[in-house]
């Protein structure tokens, strides 16, 4: 990537037009997810349950964990543009680190699941819930490796605030993963 | 010369600070909510709002929608209503809405 944008018809940096269409496409795609888990709720003919199965008060925590992800990111985001070396790379090292708690917490969640007899084939209820929240988690694992990525270029020295740009691009991707989750929790977990 | 996003460096961390304190007491009535049966009647409409001011304050102050430029909200409003209308859709098609009567 050039430290420099080139002019552009719109005015704006290509890329980032280019991440919130991504993020435009991707609103369908989870979008169908939820309305899929939402259509076949309450359908299964087998156990568990969602009210049988699903722990709020650890979900709870991992989405605060998520939030709190955001915040970090977007505080990496404003060390990296004032030029802040040192802070750039503690809050890109928070926002990847509490994603990978996140992503810990999903895994315990499953395992779990999976040990109190929820399985991707159990029931609709299974299929739909592992297949939302997968894909979600897939989204997680994806942000956490770019934010690694932007780690690395750091210490490299090629991440100054002439890159700033690239930091705000993958800071949108990691927040609207982040608001995915902020919906899927109200609707998967808390209106079960 | 293309145009850089310059409203993010002018928010300060106080109000990044803020907006992730009002996200949290907002998560946490979610939950108090939720184990409240004094709310079970009108429980979706509540979590819904709840959630949606989330996603808001996200968007607006996080991705800096508030101060971009208003491209991105077209590209992102437009994908979201329309998802918004096939879940909508589907939910009708396949019964769990019923127009004048109660869901399924």
Same mark, same amino acid.
């Given at each position: 990537?050039?430290?420099?944008?080139?002019?552009?018809?719109?005015?704006? !940096?290509?890329?980032?037009?280019?991440?919130?269409?991504?993020? $435009?496409?991707?609103?369908?795609?989870?979008?169908?997810?939820?309305?899929?888990?939402?259509?076949?709720?309450?359908?299964?003919?087998?156990?568990?349950?969602?009210?049988?199965?699903? !722990?709020?008060?650890?979900?709870?925590?991992?989405?605060?964990?998520?939030?709190?992800?955001?915040?970090?990111?977007?505080?990496?985001?404003?060390?990296?543009?004032?030029?802040?070396?040192?802070?750039?790379?503690?809050?890109?090292?928070?926002?990847?680190?509490?994603?990978?708690?996140?992503?810990?917490?999903?895994?315990?969640?499953?395992?779990?699941?999976?040990?109190?007899?929820?399985?991707?084939?159990?029931?609709?209820?299974?299929?739909?819930?592992?297949?939302?929240?997968?894909?979600?988690?897939?989204?997680?694992?994806?942000?956490?490796?770019?934010?690694?990525?932007?780690?690395?270029?750091?210490?490299?020295?090629?991440?100054?605030? !002439?890159?700033?740009?690239?930091?705000?691009?993958?800071?949108?991707?990691?927040?609207?993963?982040?608001?995915?989750?902020?919906?899927?929790?109200?609707?998967?977990?808390?209106?079960? | 010369?293309?145009?850089?996003?310059?409203?993010?460096?002018?928010?300060?961390? $106080?109000?990044?600070?803020?907006?992730?304190?009002?996200?949290?007491?907002?998560?946490?009535?979610?939950?108090?909510?939720?184990?409240?049966?004094?709310?079970?009647s009108?429980?979706a409409?509540?979590?819904?709002?709840?959630?949606?001011?989330?996603?808001?304050?996200?968007?607006?102050?996080?991705?800096?929608?508030? $101060? !971009?430029?208003?491209?991105?909200?077209?590209?992102?409003?437009?994908?979201?209503?329309?998802?918004?209308?096939?879940?909508?859709?589907?939910?009708?098609?396949?019964g769990v809405f019923v127009l004048g009567g109660s869901a399924v």
């Open positions: 990537m050039s430290a420099v944008a080139h002019p552009t018809s719109t005015g704006l !940096d290509n890329r980032k037009v280019a991440m919130w269409t991504f993020i $435009g496409s991707e609103c369908l795609l989870f979008g169908s997810l939820i309305s899929t888990y939402l259509v076949y709720q309450g359908r299964s003919v087998t156990g568990p349950t969602p009210q049988e199965i699903l !722990d709020i008060p650890l979900t709870s925590i991992s989405t605060f964990v998520l939030l709190m992800s955001s915040l970090a990111m977007v505080l990496a985001l404003a060390a990296v543009t004032r030029g802040d070396r040192l802070w750039s790379r503690v809050w890109i090292f928070a926002t990847a680190a509490l994603g990978a708690v996140f992503l810990g917490f999903q895994a315990y969640e499953f395992t779990h699941f999976v040990h109190e007899g929820l399985t991707i084939k159990t029931s609709l209820f299974g299929s739909t819930f592992f297949v939302l929240t997968g894909t979600h988690g897939a989204h997680v694992a994806v942000g956490v490796l770019l934010l690694l990525t932007l780690l690395v270029r750091s210490f490299q020295g090629k991440l100054g605030s !002439d890159k700033a740009m690239v930091v705000e691009i993958t800071g949108l991707y990691w927040h609207f993963v982040d608001v995915v989750w902020i919906v899927i929790f109200t609707v998967v977990y808390l209106l079960s | 010369m293309t145009e850089t996003n310059t409203e993010h460096t002018h928010t300060s961390t $106080g109000t990044y600070v803020t907006i992730a304190a009002v996200l949290t007491v907002i998560t946490l009535v979610e939950v108090g909510v939720f184990y409240v049966p004094a709310f079970e009108f429980l409409p509540v979590l819904l709002t709840l959630s949606a001011a989330k996603f808001i304050l996200v968007v607006m102050f996080y991705m800096h929608l508030k $101060g !971009d430029h208003p491209l991105f909200t077209v590209i992102l409003t437009v994908p979201l209503l329309i998802a918004f209308g096939v879940a909508v859709a589907l939910l009708f098609l396949f």
